[in-house]
């Protein structure tokens, strides 16, 4: 199927997403790797516990990643759901954007747990004025 490395990078991805057998797959990974990975990181602020996911499979899958432009032969991926649609995104990038929503969530709390303390201390602090 891959006969020349005359593909656009978009051929490639197709061409990679139908390949039938390791040897195509492993043709079309090389030709890709040839390529500067085309990332697509302005969706990252979109990235929440209900649009990530991350499965194991249990058959290898040869794909680029949406966001870091990485091929990659694997059986665990990640779909991340955004406003463009359906991603599939490699582990690493999954565990970037995890990482990233727990660090937003902690930042949460904690302000959450200031405004509560601030406000018991004006709390406090009017009752001695009393
Ligand atoms: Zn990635």
Redesign the pocket.
């Known amino acids: 199927m891959v006969k020349s490395s005359s593909l656009t990078y978009a051929e490639l991805v197709d061409v990679l997403g139908s390949c039938k057998t390791p040897k195509e797959r492993n043709k079309a990974v090389k030709l890709l790797k040839a390529f500067d990975p085309i990332e697509h990181k302005h969706l990252d602020h979109e990235a929440k516990e209900s649009t990530l996911s991350m499965k194991k499979y249990t058959y290898l899958s040869a794909f680029v990643?949406?966001?870091?432009?990485?091929v990659?032969t694997t059986n665990t991926w990640a779909r991340f759901t955004t406003s463009e649609g359906h991603k599939k995104?490699?582990q690493?990038?999954?565990n970037v954007l995890q990482s990233a929503v727990e660090v937003e969530q902690l930042k949460k709390k904690y302000l959450e747990q200031k405004k509560t303390v601030a406000g018991r201390a004006a709390e406090a602090s009017s009752w001695r004025r009393r």
Do not use: D
């Open positions: 990643c949406w966001r870091c432009g990485a990659k995104i490699c690493s990038c999954h």
